[in-house]
């Protein structure tokens, strides 16, 4: 089994910075894609970015310029550095790892900005 936790949410300002998280556990085999979604208050739950085994990388239009997706394999991590925040990126943020080919899913951290 793996598990997936995600760290780093928090209150931000906006035009602020933070960087979020994400770490895989258990019997890892093999870890593919990684993915950052968020899902916004009141709305669908959302692709951020993603990050493929060979490092090609993924944005949402939304976020393009302003976050960054990176990985680090030996750990089992992913990170989404997010710079120049705006009230609009509120939302619990999700992290997926892809596990010879499953989908494993972490809870969420929350991401507040405020204006």
């Known amino acids: 089994q793996v598990q997936v936790v995600e760290s780093g949410g928090g209150l931000v300002q906006a035009g602020g910075s933070l960087r979020l998280s994400c770490e895989a556990s258990g019997v890892i085999l093999r870890l593919d894609k990684m993915a950052w979604y968020r899902q916004c208050p009141g709305k669908q739950r959302e692709l951020v970015a993603s990050i493929r085994s060979g490092g090609s990388t993924n944005y949402a239009d939304s976020v393009k310029g302003r976050f960054t997706i990176s990985r680090e394999d030996a750990k089992n991590l992913v990170y989404l550095q997010m710079n120049s925040l705006k009230p609009e990126d509120t939302a619990v943020y999700y992290c997926?790892?892809?596990?010879?080919?499953?989908?494993?899913w972490g809870q969420g951290t929350r991401v507040t900005v405020s204006s």
């Open positions: 997926v790892m892809v596990v010879v080919g499953s989908d494993y």
